[in-house]
């Protein structure tokens, strides 16, 4: 393609390296192509008060596209700018039902958006007390009950199940819903990502290129997930990470090297 006119990134596999650390090879090319006019754009599945950590490392002040679309970020005023598709109580019930058949001895949590990423009196994060996120999630999590999870909108609805994998849970959760909501995960090890139908990060991503006045084709997106998959096949060039799962190598135009060997530096050298 041609040099890109906006740049995406996914951040954990892929941005950084396994402990979540940004190298001075990738920062240093993302500093050339902001340098160049070129915004970069961190795009993941992580909620908005979990992008300002890997944007102090990038130096990074632009927007950031979280929770897989469904929130639009501004790193550098601290302020969420939209919210889309947020999962309504009724909702958010009907599926907790049908996917605690479909998946026994699973646990729920559920993520919500304030004005900014971390806001005084907003429970970002609501949790069971058997819910187990392998990323962690510093013990931030709020625990309460299920109906205080289904109780108020919800950006996304976490699964998590201990001893299954996340391709398993999709698969099991995915033949009791139905197509209001879309299924996805960043984790392979027991926990799966329900959002309302159609939110992804191509569609997060693409509300940023307007606003940028960045055709499609002009845009090039890094990944490694599931999660990753709707925007790699939106952008006008999708590059996979070699580590990535076989679902973003499929739907990306390009494979490049390892997060742990600056594989998102490696393709953007060509022009930054």
């Known amino acids: 393609m041609d040099q890109p006119l906006l740049i995406a990134s996914d951040v954990d596999g892929t941005l950084l390296d396994a402990r979540e650390r940004l190298s001075s090879r990738?920062?240093?090319?993302?500093?050339?192509?902001?340098?160049?006019?070129?915004?970069?754009?961190?795009?993941?599945?992580?909620?908005?008060?979990?992008?300002?950590?890997?944007?102090?490392?990038?130096?990074?002040?632009?927007?950031?596209?979280?929770?897989?679309?469904a929130v639009l970020y501004d790193i550098g005023?601290?302020?969420?700018?939209?919210?889309?598709?947020?999962?309504?109580?009724?909702?958010?019930?009907?599926?907790?039902?049908?996917?605690?058949?479909?998946?026994?001895?699973?646990?729920?949590?559920?993520?919500?958006a304030?004005?900014?990423?971390?806001?005084?009196?907003?429970?970002?994060?609501?949790?069971?007390?058997?819910?187990?996120?392998?990323?962690?999630?510093g013990g931030e999590g709020v625990r309460v009950a299920r109906a205080e999870i289904t109780g108020h909108p919800a950006m996304k609805l976490l699964v998590s199940r201990p001893g299954m994998t996340s391709d398993e849970m999709a698969e099991a959760a995915g033949a009791v819903l139905d197509?209001?909501?879309?299924?996805?995960?960043?984790?392979?090890?027991?926990?799966?990502?329900?959002?309302?139908?159609?939110?992804?990060?191509?569609?997060?991503?693409?509300?940023?290129?307007?606003?940028?006045?960045?055709?499609?084709?002009?845009?090039?997106a890094f990944g490694d997930m599931p999660n990753d998959v709707a925007m790699l096949e939106w952008a006008g060039h999708g590059v996979a990470m070699a580590n990535a799962h076989p679902a973003a190598k499929a739907a990306a135009d390009e494979i490049t090297g390892p997060n742990t060997e600056d594989g998102v530096a490696q393709v953007l050298e060509r022009w930054f």
């Open 26 to 69: 990738t920062r240093s090319v993302l500093h050339r192509a902001a340098d160049a006019g070129v915004p970069v754009v961190l795009a993941s599945g992580r909620p908005p008060r979990w992008i300002p950590s890997v944007a102090r490392q990038a130096e990074l002040t632009g927007y950031a596209v979280c929770a897989n679309g």
């Open 77 to 112: 005023q601290d302020l969420v700018v939209e919210v889309n598709g947020l999962l309504e109580p009724v909702l958010l019930g009907e599926i907790v039902r049908e996917v605690e058949k479909a998946i026994p001895g699973c646990a729920f949590a559920a993520e919500r």
């Open 114 to 137: 304030g004005k900014r990423a971390l806001e005084p009196g907003v429970h970002n994060l609501v949790v069971e007390e058997d819910y187990f996120n392998p990323w962690g999630d």
């Open 179 to 220: 197509d209001n909501v879309d299924i996805t995960f960043s984790a392979g090890s027991g926990l799966i990502e329900i959002a309302a139908h159609g939110i992804t990060k191509a569609t997060g991503l693409a509300a940023v290129a307007e606003r940028f006045g960045v055709p499609a084709e002009r845009v090039i």
